[in-house]
């Protein structure tokens, strides 16, 4: 069973930095594409962030361009969003999630194309 596990979360004022971990298990991690999604109360969960299952691919909403970078350790089956330049409006609870299918090249974006979600962690940032 695959499990999901984001930790990082928390209370940052504008302009500040966070970085999210989302911890994997029951998988093969390095087989597979990673992502980060975000929903803010009262709105669809969006597509944040992506990360191949090499590491080499990567994709980012525009909104998060510039700010944000995903990363991963397969050895340590983990992957990151570092997030900078937080603004109000990246207020959210964030949540990591599993390509449906392992080995594709490019960085997954749809949420369609995830299986696997974790729990999700709160991020609020202040004005």
């Known amino acids: 069973q695959v499990q999901l596990a984001e930790s990082g979360g928390g209370l940052v004022q504008a302009g500040g930095s966070l970085r999210l971990s989302c911890a994997a298990s029951?998988?093969?991690?390095?087989?597979?594409?990673m992502g980060w999604f975000r929903q803010a109360p009262g709105k669809e969960r969006e597509f944040v962030a992506a990360?191949?299952?090499?590491?080499?691919?990567?994709a980012y909403a525009d909104s998060v361009k510039g700010r944000f970078t995903v990363s991963r350790v397969n050895a340590k089956n983990t992957m990151y969003l570092q997030m900078n330049s937080l603004k109000p409006e990246d207020t959210a609870v964030y949540y990591c999630?599993?390509?449906?299918?392992?080995?594709?090249?490019?960085?997954?974006?749809?949420?369609?194309?995830?299986?696997?979600w974790g729990q999700g962690t709160q991020v609020t940032v202040s004005s």
């Open positions: 029951g998988l093969t991690f390095s087989s597979y594409g």
């Open positions: 999630a599993a390509a449906l299918v392992p080995c594709r090249a490019r960085a997954p974006t749809g949420r369609g194309e995830f299986g696997s």
């Open positions: 990360i191949g299952w090499t590491g080499v691919n990567t």
